[in-house]
């Protein structure tokens, strides 16, 4: 069964601090892999990363997919304490269009 | 406007009783999702539509039903709802891209 795992589950920062957050899947025919940051209710859009996009960024995020090792990461540098939130990723596969999340890490940024 | 909404917001019920969870969308999207989402465990999948006439059941469906009465709306019910069902509920959508928009959420309790 495709399973998502992300890691670690809860992270504590201080403002100015770089984050690494990790995905792994275990999927036969990925299609993509999205980033969703929850702050208090609905997730909202970060990334998408395909076959073809294995590498985005905006402003202080930036998110890679490592096909060989079936992960990826989300960085934050400069963390601020609005980067507070549950970041959730997900993923898809080829023929349908199920989406299966992780548990999501919880990260906080303190000031 | 949010271009998907669902109500109520907020429901407290009771054990046995049937409950209705709506959700509607302005993007025209085919593709409708509801999720359950409990500390901890991230989106679980309950039952996802593609079209109308085309119902999926998720990974936990038992205990809920959809229906899709059109290609904006999809409903959420708890026939005899049971206090395990107590959670988070969203509904999501999906159009060409894989990047799926959620609903506020509703927060949902049964006593």
């Known amino acids: 069964e495709d399973k998502v795992v992300q890691s670690p589950l809860s992270l504590v920062v201080h403002e100015g601090d770089t984050v690494t957050l990790n995905c792994s899947y275990e999927v036969t025919n990925f299609r993509s892999l999205l980033w969703y940051k929850q702050e208090k209710k609905a997730p909202t859009f970060l990334f998408m990363l395909?076959?073809?996009?294995i590498e985005k960024k905006s402003g202080r995020l930036s998110s890679i997919l490592d096909k060989k090792e079936l992960s990826s990461i989300l960085n934050i540098t400069a963390t601020q304490t609005g980067d507070s939130a549950i970041y959730l990723c997900?993923?898809?596969?080829?023929?349908?269009?199920?989406?299966?999340f992780g548990t999501g890490t919880r990260l906080k940024v303190l000031a | 406007d949010a271009d998907v909404t669902q109500t109520p917001r907020n429901r407290i019920t009771k054990t046995g009783k049937r409950i209705m969870l709506e959700c509607s969308q302005t993007?025209?999207?085919?593709?409708m999702y509801w999720y359950r989402q409990d500390p901890g465990l991230g989106l679980q999948l309950i039952y996802y539509?593609?079209?109308?006439?085309?119902?999926n059941k998720g990974e936990i469906s038992d205990g809920y039903s959809v229906s899709r009465q059109a290609q904006a709306k999809f409903s959420l019910s708890l026939e005899s709802a049971i206090p395990n069902q107590t959670a988070l509920y969203f509904c999501a959508t999906s159009g060409d891209s894989d990047e799926q928009f959620f609903g506020p959420g509703t927060r949902l309790t049964v006593l």
């Open positions: 395909t076959s073809s996009g």
């Open positions: 539509s593609f079209d109308v006439k085309d119902i």
């Open positions: 997900a993923q898809t596969t080829s023929g349908t269009y199920k989406y299966i």
């Open positions: 993007k025209g999207h085919d593709r």
